[in-house]
């Protein structure tokens, strides 16, 4: 069982708040994802980071914005949620092997009114 | 760039019938190979890997999938379906230029009929 956890894991909010989806790790990876899904449609990779202080963006674009300060620790914000935020958010890790597996947290679903 | 195509979003089999969920990859180097199931309200789950070892890969829960270079393929199969699995399945490709970047395809919903 992966040690990978979201939070919060359903969100409603209002357009223009701000919000941070929290994702934690404790298997002492390096590499840790951000995918967001929407229903029927592909994982599309929105950020990335390889370790403490290293963040790029994935392919798609993104309004969000990630920290990577600690290595456990990878939180997204939004600093001010509209409808078209409203989404599935993934949070994954992988360890040092290049065939490696990604372990994916349980999800935050997004929701703008 | 790699990507990977699955043929049918969704798939409906007997329970007891044989399972297939396709999955066609493009990728510049030898790729790595992963099939996922998501069951709903969840992450995602790995339920096998094809890393250049045997061609033929056996995952969790009774499933495989095989490996074919000439058809760039890496179709999953189950001998006999159970209502449990049904679940949203995703095939996803990495290995371009040691990018360990997964790309996902759009899935398959697999619902298993009584």
């Known amino acids: 069982e992966a040690d990978i956890y979201q939070t919060p894991r359903y969100l409603v909010i209002g357009t223009g708040k701000k919000i941070t989806l929290e994702c934690s790790q404790t298997m002492g990876h390096d590499k840790m994802y951000w995918y967001q899904q929407d229903p029927g449609m592909e994982l599309h990779l929105i950020h990335y980071?390889?370790?403490?202080?290293?963040?790029e963006k994935g392919d798609l674009s993104s309004e969000s914005t990630v920290s990577r300060i600690r290595t456990e620790h990878f939180p997204l914000t939004l600093e001010s949620a509209r409808p078209s935020h409203t989404s599935q958010y993934l949070c994954?890790?992988?360890?040092?092997?290049?065939?490696?597996?990604?372990?994916f947290g349980e999800g935050s679903r997004l929701t703008v009114l | 760039a790699q990507s990977v195509t699955q043929l049918g979003s969704h798939v409906s089999v007997s329970e007891g019938a044989l399972v297939l969920l396709r999955c066609n990859y493009s990728?510049?180097?030898?790729?790595?190979l992963f099939w996922y199931v998501q069951y709903p309200n969840q992450g995602l789950q790995l339920l096998l890997k094809?890393?250049?070892?045997?061609?033929l890969v056996k995952g969790i829960n009774g499933f495989e999938a095989e490996f074919k270079k000439s058809e760039t393929s890496f179709h999953l199969t189950k001998p006999s379906a159970h209502m449990s699995d049904a679940a949203e399945y995703f095939c996803?490709?990495?290995?371009?230029?040691?990018?360990?970047?997964?790309?996902f395809g759009t899935g398959t919903r697999l619902t298993i009929i009584p």
């Open positions: 994954a890790s992988k360890g040092q092997l290049a065939t490696g597996e990604l372990f």
């Open positions: 094809y890393t250049s070892a045997a061609t």
């Open positions: 990728s510049s180097v030898p790729p790595y």
């Open positions: 996803a490709v990495s290995g371009d230029f040691g990018n360990e970047k997964l790309t």
């Open positions: 980071s390889y370790g403490v202080n290293s963040t």
